[in-house]
């Protein structure tokens, strides 16, 4: 639900927050913060309320307040639902969140659901499935395949990646954090297993004997990439692929929390990072990945691959519940 929409139990305190979005949306901002600071003296357990007065003091450039406004959020929203600890990251008033806030990126997928795919493919030009999509239709097709047997698609959403996956692959999964999102792609019927999970847990206890992992616009909201890359490889099968998108930044650091509470990362620490988890490097590119605010996100589009076992009877074109090839032992008469 939109936090606008999150009653305070208060009538008055309500009335005085939908003027404040109201004045909001005419970017007055101050006025809009001044409305939400009575709308608290009335109920200042609100913890919604708290993250409106620190948005409007932020876009006010009142930086303290926003401080002291997301500090009050946090102590009142223990679960993280309303994304302190990233708010305060961003703002340089706490470390980053060692990896997903879990609650706040479910809480933002399930209000974002159903205006998801229009929102994004209309309003934000959102390119990331199509251009991952021809990233690995041009790596299968320098491998002479057509189509692998098991593709696992992580941060799913409403499918947007899966409908490409499925030409592709004989077995697709997705696992999305929003059970909203999963219920959209669930009646889209693309997938042959869906599941709600955080992407590392899930990773954690899958079986493996994955052909092809793909994360589209998903990592930004993960953090450090380290742990992500550990959870996928050993699920690769020798020669699967792993395809993501990055937001990228040009700094020195290894990557930086944005604003926008998403992750920017650098490309020399990325490649970095993925070889130390054990992974080839097959290509990295630049390009948009959608619009914010007016202006393109620009992003690193990566394609790993798993080493191939010494054996080369493996064949990454197998069925979905086909064995692994295995080398073959020592004959009785050797």
């Known amino acids: 639900m939109r ?3 999150l009653s305070s139990g208060d009538l008055v305190a309500d009335r005085r927050a939908s003027y404040a979005a109201v004045l909001a949306q005419e970017a007055d901002h101050a006025a809009a913060a001044e409305l939400m600071e009575q709308a608290l003296e009335l109920r200042p357990g609100w913890a919604a309320g708290w993250c409106l007065l620190g948005d409007y003091r932020l876009e006010a450039a009142d930086g303290a307040g926003a401080i002291a406004a997301y500090r009050e959020l946090a102590r009142l929203d223990a679960e993280g639902q309303f994304g302190a600890a990233l708010k305060l990251a961003a703002l340089g008033a706490a470390p980053p969140p ?3 806030e879990i609650a706040y990126v479910e809480s933002l997928f399930d209000d974002y659901a159903a ?3 229009t929102k994004l493919l209309v309003g934000l030009d959102y390119q990331a499935p199509a251009q991952l999509s021809r990233l690995i239709e041009d790596a299968l097709a320098g491998r002479g395949i057509e189509q692998v047997g098991r593709a696992l698609d992580l941060g799913c959403g409403t499918g947007l990646m899966g409908e490409r996956l499925r030409r592709r692959a004989s077995f697709v999964e997705g696992i999305d954090l929003s059970g909203e999102m999963v219920e959209l792609a669930q009646r889209k ?4 297993r869906l599941e709600k999970a955080e992407l590392t847990a899930f990773l954690a206890g899958h079986a493996g004997g994955v052909d092809l992992v793909t994360a589209a616009d ?3 909201y993960c953090g450090a990439l380290p742990p992500i890359l550990a959870s996928v490889f050993p699920r690769l099968v020798p020669g699967g692929l792993f395809a993501f998108t990055l937001e990228r930044h040009e700094g020195p650091e290894p990557m930086v929390l944005r604003p926008s509470l998403r992750y920017a990362h650098g490309e020399d620490a990325m490649r970095a990072a993925c070889r130390e988890a054990g992974f080839e490097i097959i290509s990295v590119g630049t390009a ?6 007016g202006e393109p ?3 690193l589009l990566v ?6 076992a010494l054996d080369a009877s493996y064949d990454l074109t197998r069925g979905p519940d086909e064995p692994m090839a295995q080398p073959e032992g020592p004959r009785a008469d050797d």
């Open 3 to 5: 936090i606008f929409q």
């Open 303 to 308: 394609l790993l691959s798993r080493p191939a």
């Open 218 to 220: 998903v990592l930004n």
């Open 288 to 293: 948009p990945l959608r619009r914010d605010r």
């Open 98 to 100: 060692r990896g997903t």
């Open 297 to 299: 996100v620009m992003g």
């Open 115 to 117: 205006r998801f795919e």
């Open 189 to 192: 019927g693309i997938y042959d």
